[in-house]
């Protein structure tokens, strides 16, 4: 299997059905009234550019490697799996305060021009944030709408088991995110709790749960769930920690946003935490005031990004990936058949996960 030409079809068939349902959700939103559908038309075309549909991909070949022949329900569960990817970036892009994602406008920048222009009067900023949120509430209900809807077995209420727990992760994982590790001083910073972090808020809703999600679907055994669990996991950390690593040194046009934002917003990743410890005393002082600083300058952005680069983490980091991948790719091998086209995929995923540069 060419996996990037796997990662091409997938995307291809997968964003004409995502067309389809988002056609007919609007239709059906005209029914109520022209605000609502004119919300939906913006969360639209915040999915439609950019995204690589991970999730969703995930779910379709975590339902491969159990049955050859897919059930096309499964296309719901993906499309249940970007509407809920897409509900958790409006809301992160409002709790970040960017107005770019992926090279465009966020739903809450386009409503900011929108009311300066239209209503001058109001506070263009709440009222933006304000519709955003709810922007970000409309694609969880039809994320939540598309599982309801599947039909009912004792495979799809295992599977549902599995969606609202991988929510309850996300929150909980956001929720320390801004109010517990963020809110933490650099001295103070716990590793095995970020890490617990980044799983959480990140990592098992992007890999571990679309994967066994599918797999549950499929009507996977046990031996084969606590294959995808474990490997899951770790895969889901490495893509969260190579996101980290991107988010300061990756290429803007790439990446889509500015490799200062984490810098600016003061993200307590793995990296920071472990740079940190690295550097002396007098550098020590120095990242604490820029860290978090929006006001910083840029020359001092800069020095904080060398002093990263310098500090030799990010090499460390690229190694504990890349036994994170090697250790995952093991456990699949054990389990699943070497044959089966969807376990090669996911070996190639694997390896890109570990190599992406955006």
């Known amino acids: 299997m060419n996996f990037k030409q796997a990662l091409i079809d997938f995307k291809t068939e997968f964003d004409q059905k995502l067309d389809e349902f988002l056609n007919l959700k609007i239709e059906e939103t005209k029914l109520y009234n022209p605000v609502m559908t004119q919300n939906l038309e913006y969360i639209g075309n915040g999915l439609r550019v950019g995204g690589k549909r991970f999730r969703p991909t995930m779910a379709y070949f975590g339902y491969k490697l159990i049955q050859p022949e897919v059930n096309p329900e499964i296309w719901n569960i993906g499309l249940a799996l970007e509407l809920f990817h897409s509900f958790a970036l409006i809301h992160d892009d409002i709790i970040d305060k960017s ?63 599995l969606f609202y ?5 996300l929150v909980a994982g956001q929720v320390d995110d801004c109010f517990g590790v963020g809110l933490s001083t650099l001295d103070d910073l716990d590793e095995a709790r970020i ?18 999600m599918g797999a549950q679907f499929a009507g996977a055994n046990q031996k084969q769930l606590d294959a995808l669990k474990s490997s899951g996991e770790k895969l889901g950390l ?22 200062f934002s984490d810098i600016l917003e003061g993200k307590r990743t793995l990296l920071m935490a472990r740079a940190y410890k690295q550097v002396n005393a007098d550098q020590k002082a120095k990242f604490k005031t820029i860290l978090g600083n929006e006001q910083a300058s840029l020359e001092d952005i800069l020095w904080l990004k060398d002093c990263v680069a310098s500090s030799g983490v990010v090499l460390d980091l690229e190694r504990y990936c890349l036994d994170l991948v090697l250790a995952a790719k093991m456990e699949l091998c054990d389990v699943f058949d070497q044959e089966n086209p969807a376990l090669q995929f996911l070996l190639d995923l694997s390896d890109y996960l570990y190599q992406r540069t955006k």
């Open 165 to 169: 727990e991988m929510q309850f992760e």
């Open 238 to 259: 490495v893509f969260q920690i190579k996101d980290d690593i991107l988010g300061i040194f990756g290429n803007i046009d790439e990446i889509g946003k500015s490799n």
């Open 99 to 161: 107005l770019v994602r992926r090279g465009h406008p966020t739903i809450e920048a386009i409503y900011q021009a929108q009311f300066l222009k239209t209503h001058p009067q109001i506070d263009n900023k709440h009222y933006a944030a304000s519709a955003a949120i709810l922007g970000g509430d409309f694609a969880l209900v039809l994320a939540n709408q598309l599982i309801a809807n599947l039909e009912n077995s004792p495979k799809k209420i295992k599977m549902e088991r």
């Open 195 to 212: 890490i617990n972090m980044l799983k959480t808020k990140s990592g098992n809703y992007s890999i571990q749960k679309p994967l066994l």
